[in-house]
């Protein structure tokens, strides 16, 4: 099945300590992203990337760290920099680098930090 | 910066009955798009519309757009208890891939 995974689903860890998420998607699409939802709110943008080896920063990167060394793996790192990690994390990918091209979610990885 | 907000914050109807949610956002857009997400699961595509569309069918969906007013609705007719969900409206700059989302409608549909 084609699509994009995200694990694990639920994640632990303790205040200080840096943490990575996994994106994978096996669409052949260009582009991935990472978003943070926090609860009742939307989707904030945290890195994108729209060609192996390259990524920009969203509106919400400091504490974040992301690579794109494959096309199809996008890891976000939340590093002990980040001061409100706890969060719903999504990744997503699109097969064009516009944003007029539609975007397909993971399933999420909810992030507790304690 | 560019970013669409829905309204209501929350809606809550019976089954059968018609869902009109809206969304306004700040610039000049080529295209729209709007999400739904069951609680606690990622994002799923409904229907894009570009800037020269004025409506826009999906189904039981029906987008509209009106770029004067900078504000799109979301019209899902005949609803059902499987519709109820978070449905998020989505712009973003032509020439960027970046998709900036409002922060949503929660719709409850009863049985």
């Known amino acids: 099945d084609g699509g994009i995974t995200q694990s694990p689903k639920y994640l632990f860890r303790k205040e200080g300590q840096n943490v990575t998420l996994s994106c994978e998607q096996n669409?052949?699409?260009?582009?991935m992203y990472w978003y943070r939802q926090d609860p009742g709110q939307g989707l904030r943008l945290i890195y994108y990337?729209?060609?192996?080896?390259?990524?920009q920063k969203g509106d919400i990167a400091e504490g974040y760290s992301v690579s794109r060394e494959k096309k199809e793996s996008f890891p976000l790192t939340v590093t002990s920099a980040q001061k409100n990690p706890t969060a719903f994390y999504l990744c997503?990918?699109?097969?064009?680098?516009?944003?007029?091209?539609?975007?397909?979610f993971g399933p999420g990885t909810r992030l507790t930090v304690t | 910066s560019q970013q669409g907000e829905e309204d209501p914050q929350a809606l809550s109807i019976q089954e059968g009955e018609n869902a009109t949610m809206n969304c306004s956002y700040k610039?000049?857009?080529?295209?729209l798009q709007w999400y739904r997400q069951n609680s606690g699961r990622g994002l799923v595509h409904l229907i894009l519309?570009?800037?020269?569309?004025r409506e826009k069918h999906s189904g039981r969906l029906r987008v509209t757009l009106d770029t004067s007013k900078k504000s799109s609705s979301l019209l899902i007719t005949a609803s059902r208890a499987a519709d109820t969900a978070s449905y998020f409206c989505?712009?973003?700059?032509?020439?960027?891939?970046?998709?900036?989302f409002g922060q949503g409608t929660t719709l409850q549909v009863k049985p």
């Open positions: 519309i570009r800037s020269n569309e």
């Open positions: 997503a990918s699109s097969s064009g680098r516009l944003s007029s091209y539609e975007q397909y």
């Open positions: 669409l052949n699409h260009d582009a």
């Open positions: 989505a712009t973003g700059p032509s020439n960027t891939g970046k998709l900036i």
């Open positions: 990337s729209q060609i192996v080896n390259d990524f």
């Open positions: 610039t000049s857009i080529n295209n």
